[in-house]
């Protein structure tokens, strides 16, 4: 259930951690308790803090599914991001440019596009990083290439991660979006700040109703 930022960087090869390339779910109801995080250990997203923050009340998942049956999804304990991630990704090559990766965020009606570099993920941008750059940079503006860019830090996570412990990270990191990638490395679904608004506005309206 692990979570992963990668660091800002050209679109050169892929840029997915080595933890998500092709991986391995395990049954996560095997999962043991871990000692206190390290202190020596800054990164909010080392493994030591996904272990220990996922040891206890997220350990096991089918006493989770029948513990949560009644429960409002927004109020259950541990909530897997799957159940309130899209599916709808769109991409562009790393070879398009910054004027094609608008048009694709125009025609769609997104904001956010997976870039990808030879079929692997090379970058997750937003239309805010997206014009924030063309702002900076007049001159080369819509004829620059994607893969002549830094493209920006980007949030990864398994279908399986926590949909809280993952908007603790998103905010921790001022990112608005995460990846979904699956257990062969492959993008799934994106999640973004507007999903849990949904989910959060959503459970609102119950309380109003009740």
Known sequence: MSIHVS?????????????????RVGDVTEL????????????ATDAEFQQAANSGRHRALQEYGAAAAGE??????????????SPALYSVPAT??????????EDNNVHHLVILADHNVAGLIDLRWLLAWLHENPSQAV??????????AFLTASPETDAHQLARLMLAHQLNAALIV?????????????????????????????
């Open 72 to 85: 409002r999804r927004e109020e259950r304990v541990y909530l897997p991001v799957s159940a309130i991630c």
């Open 182 to 210: 699956d257990a062969k490395g492959q993008p799934s679904g994106i999640v973004t700040s507007t999903d849990y608004l949904k989910l959060y506005a959503s459970a609102s309206r119950q309380e109003g109703t009740v």
């Open 96 to 105: 398009a440019s910054m004027g094609e990766a608008m048009s694709s965020m």
């Open 32 to 43: 043991t308790e871990s000692g206190a995080i390290s202190p020596g250990h800054s990164e």
């Open 143 to 152: 004829s620059q290439s994607l893969s002549q860019v830094e493209l920006p």
């Open 7 to 23: 660091e800002p960087g050209r679109p050169i090869g892929t840029r997915l951690p080595e933890a998500l390339r092709s991986r």
